[in-house]
T-cell receptor, first 114, second 116 residues
Framework: EAGVVQSPRYKIIEKKQPVAFWCNPISGHNTLYWYRQNLGQGPELLIRYENEEAVDDSQLPKDRFSAERLKGVDSTLKIQPAELGDSAVYLC????????????FGPGTRLTVL | AQTVTQSQPEMSVQEAETVTLSCTYDTSESDYYLFWYKQPPSRQMILVIRQEAYKQQNATENRFSVNFQKAAKSFSLKISDSQLGDAAMYFCAYRSAGFGNEKLTFGTGTRLTIIP
């Protein structure tokens, strides 16, 4: 069974530029999470999807961040425009459903904003 | 809101020895889950062990075991017979058992070094 796939693995951009991250969850997993992990910190949830519906986006900075999960499968997280403070690792995770099932994480995208 | 505290930024242990990583948490809920995740340099978070709060018995997975003290809100991880492959960042995490609140709240992590 393939794991959670994320791309790109690394991204370096200038501030004020847009950037997008892509995630393909494990097949059959209905719940998808995006986390942000700042240097030296644990991951923090940005948004959670149940199928194609965003059910928890309370921590998503909506002025510059957006996300979508069309057809309830893969997902894209976008930042426009990027700021220096957005430099972090962006992790995607999925689970079979939103109950007690284990969350499986992807390898993340390391974003550097110059 | 729940918080998770890991007071040991770094730990080291001799290969084949035993090490314990500490974690405390704060919550007003009675039903929840606790986890230890391992994050090697590849960045992929890997679940090490899980504990349901309603279970009194401490969880065990091969060389990994926990000491869950619900009243003290403490959840430590013991790694026995440490191996070089155990070197990684270890994160303690909390998750409410309530429906609609499935996010994980992580601590700041402990970097574990294995000394050959």
């Amino acid at each position: 069974e393939a794991g959670v796939v994320q791309s790109p693995r690394y991204k370096i951009i200038e501030k004020k530029q847009p950037v997008a991250f892509w995630c393909n969850p494990i097949s059959g997993h209905n719940t998808l999470y995006w986390y942000r992990q700042n240097l030296g910190q644990g991951p923090e949830l940005l948004i959670r999807y149940e199928n194609e519906e965003a059910v928890d986006d309370s921590q998503l900075p909506k002025d510059r961040f957006s996300a979508e999960r069309l057809k309830g499968v893969d997902s894209t997280l976008k930042i426009q425009p990027a700021e220096l403070g957005d430099s972090a690792v962006y992790l995607c995770a999925s689970s079979r459903d939103g109950s007690y099932n284990e969350q499986f994480f992807g390898p993340g995208t390391r974003l550097t904003v110059l | 809101a729940q918080t998770v505290t890991q007071s040991q930024p770094e730990m080291s242990v001799q290969e084949a020895e035993t090490v314990t990583l500490s974690c405390t948490y704060d919550t007003s809920e009675s039903d929840y889950y606790l986890f230890w995740y391992k994050q090697p340099p590849s960045r992929q978070m890997i679940l090490v062990i899980r504990q349901e709060a309603y279970k009194q018995q401490n969880a065990t997975e091969n060389r990994f075991s926990v000491n869950f003290q619900k009243a003290a809100k403490s959840f430590s991880l013991k790694i026995s017979d440490s191996q070089l492959g155990d070197a990684a960042m270890y994160f303690c995490a909390y998750r409410s058992a309530g429906f609609g609140n499935e996010k994980l709240t992580f601590g700041t992590g402990t970097r574990l070094t294995i000394i050959p």
